[in-house]
Structures are given as C-alpha cells and as structure tokens.
C-alpha cells in the first residue's frame, strides 16, 4: 500500500513539473516559395548576398508569452551539436524596424543578418514584440513586451542544436533598452552587446518621440510619465545589472537619434558599480554605424566569441595596482 501512495505522489509531482511547450508553431522557411529571388539576374545577387544560408537553416516560430502569440524568426547552423545562443532584440517600435526576411522596412533583414551570425557557429533568434508584424498585443515600449524577450529564453531551451548553458543576448537601438530591460530580470544571460541604446529616456532630445512613441505606447503615459520613463532607463538601476554578465556598449557621436551620450552616462554607472563592460564610441558614426559596418561585425563577434565559445574568464574589476 506504501509504494502504491508513493507512486502516485511521484506521478502527481512529475504532473505538476512537467512544463508545457511555449512553442506554438514551427515552420521551416522552404526558399521555394520565394521564386522572385531565384531568377536571372537576381539570382546571381541572391546567392552572393545570402550565401550563408548554405550553412543554415531558418525558421519562423510562433510562441506564447503572457497568453499572446508571438512571432519570431531564428537561424540555426546545420552543422551537426549543439551551438552557442544569440537572442537578438530588435529596434523601433510598432512595424516600424520590424523583423522582416528580405524587404521592407528592416534595415537588417534577419535571412541575411541572422544567418551571417548563425553561419559563425550560433543559434541566432529574435521576435516581433507583442504589437508589430504578426504578433499579438500591443507595443508598450518596454512595459510587458519585455516578457516577450525574456520568454524567448524559454523558446530556446526547446530547440535541440541550442546550447541553453551559453546564451547572449544582443539589442540596437530600442533592442538595446530591451536588453537592458532583460538583464536584471534573468541569471540565464552570459554575455550582452547594446548598439545605439538610450540609458536614460527621460531626458526628450526629439519632442517627436514623446508625442508619437511614449504617448502612444507607454501605458497611461501623460499621468506617471517621470515613473514610466525612470522604469525604461538603465542609468537609473545599473546596480541591478550582474557582476558576472559582461557588456559591450557601442555608439556613434554623430548618433542624431540617440545621442551618445546615453552610453557615456551608462558606462559611467557600470564603472561606479563594478559591471564588466566596454565602451567603444565610433567618431562620425550614426545611428546604425553603418559606415563602420565591418568594425562592428568584428567587436560583435569577437565579443560573442570570447564569452560564449571560448568561456573567458569574466574580467576582474577590482581596482588594483601593478
């Protein structure tokens, strides 16, 4: 009788943790039915442009998070094992800089940028926040969309080639206060690259983002503004971030959208509380650095390399003398 109620005690617990799938849907992109791009002379540009996707599959995952179906797209390299992760946060807002595989209005389509990055040996995935492409929900602009990266964690751990013990994550722009968002809410991250990020949103350089970005999304905005914009700043709660989880800040000082002295104040912070980070601000570099395309890729990668392949020693930011 003993071993009957202990097996049944054992059943129930298994029941009680045994964790649905936060996966909906998962569809491998078939290029097939993209025929345009495989004809005469853009063919030839196709191939030359995208022929990293020799190397890699991609696919188009529909998740849950807070209940709502969301999409995302993720890259992973056929060769065989598992793979370091790189969670990669979007910028913009709404369908503007949405995740998109070739045309549009991304500026880094993810069939070329995500399989560039998956092509180096990484599982590669980012979504739509809740609001914009086929996603459910409503933009909040770092309110609870930010579960919709945090959940992405979750996404990863069901997908076989990803190794869920070397995850990193990696923001531009918006992308990059939604890293800053994630961070001090998860132990699971162990390496971040913010490009182009605002640290501290209350200061309003463009009027025009207050009234056509923060008014519309920020949940009542115009009643808690300085709380909701304090909430969405990492200058405010640098100490929160980890000790253990180096980040890589990168900024150009030509940066009309947002000025680069957003990272400054940020890399001061960091430095104050001992965070690992370093900063590069590229002189002349805009919003996108995309006159320093090839030196970003470089950092990015060799950053990513160092922290997730190589498992470097996170570095000692004890204040010492030689």
Request: with cysteine; charged share 25%; net charge positive.
């Amino acid at each position: 009788m003993k071993q009957i109620v202990l097996l049944t005690l054992i059943l129930l617990l298994n029941s009680c943790t045994a964790q649905e799938s936060i996966i909906v849907e998962k569809n491998k992109i078939d290029w097939k039915n993209y025929p345009s791009l495989f004809q005469n002379e853009e063919k030839t540009k196709f191939v030359e442009k995208y022929h990293f996707l020799k190397n890699v599959e991609m696919y188009e995952i529909t998740y849950l998070s807070d209940g709502l179906k969301i999409q995302s797209f993720a890259a992973i390299p056929k060769k065989e094992g598992k793979h370091p992760v790189i969670i990669y946060n979007r910028g913009g807002n709404r369908d503007f800089g949405a995740l998109q595989l070739f045309k549009g209005k991304a500026k880094r389509p993810v069939a070329y940028y995500f399989s560039k990055l998956a092509n180096e040996g990484y599982v590669v995935i980012g979504c739509n926040y809740r609001g914009c492409g086929k996603s459910e929900g409503n933009d909040e602009f770092g309110g609870k969309d930010v579960n919709d990266v945090i959940n992405l964690i979750e996404v990863v751990k069901e997908i076989p080639e990803a190794d869920t013990e070397k995850i990193g994550m990696y923001g531009w722009s918006r992308g990059g206060m939604m890293t800053y968002l994630t961070l001090p809410k998860t132990n699971q991250i162990k390496a971040a690259i913010v490009g182009g990020a605002p640290s501290d949103v209350t200061i309003i350089d463009r009027p025009d983002m207050e009234t056509g970005v923060y008014a519309e999304l920020i949940p009542n905005y115009w009643n808690n503004k300085e709380e909701e914009l304090k909430k969405r700043s990492a200058y405010y709660f640098a100490d929160k971030f980890s000790k253990n989880v180096p980040i890589l800040l990168l900024h150009g000082n030509s940066d009309w959208r947002v000025k680069s002295t957003n990272s400054l104040k940020l890399a001061m912070e960091f430095d104050k509380n001992r965070i690992p980070y370093r900063l590069k601000i590229f002189e002349g570099g805009s919003h996108s650095l995309r006159e320093f395309k090839d030196d970003v890729d470089k950092e990015v990668l060799n950053w990513f390399n160092r922290f997730l392949k190589n498992n470097e020693t996170i570095p000692n930011m004890e204040l010492y003398s030689n």
